[in-house]
């Protein structure tokens, strides 16, 4: 091979890594109560109603039931692990907090049209024009939402979530690392103690 070639395969590696790491990209947003106290939370413990429900906005023919016991392990451990690192620990009585998750499973589209990012009057003079879809994607997404209450006022005090294209191709191991990269993302956010 000479240098040209090894370049050109050194450049589409790159491109093909690069597509690769923006395809899977997790948007991790948070907000909380700016009034709250965040540095009296020292214990917590899983919502009393359950830790976690799962809402399947397509039909898929999937299982709530059977998506809960597949990937509610990951999710519970994956809490656990980044609050105790947060220097959270369970509570073996009344918790400060109460912690609880969502699974939301729909689908998604995003679309771009002819003349999107013109100004409404552009300043070289073409003439207005009906935008048409110059780019139409529609894809399977998945949301995990991460609920912090405070317990004895039984008031939402942190809401964080994670939304990103499920990919089916992935596997358990992925998947579950996926899971654990948008939690700890999540936690992160949580206001210093």
Known sequence: MNSKTIRFLAILSWAVLASTLVAAKIDVRADYDKMFDFKSIRTYAWHPGGAGEYKLLQASGEDPETLRKLLEPTIVSAVEQNLASRGLSKATAMPDVNVSYYVLIGP?????????????????????????TSSLEIYEQGSLILNIA??????????????????RQNSDAERNNRIRDAVRDMIKKLPKK
């Open 108 to 132: 998604n589209i995003e679309s771009q049209t002819h003349g999107q990012f013109l100004r409404p009057v552009p300043e070289w003079g073409i003439a207005p024009f009906v935008p048409g």
């Open 150 to 167: 405070a317990a004895a006022a039984d008031k939402m005090i942190w809401r964080g979530s994670a939304k990103t294209e499920i990919d």
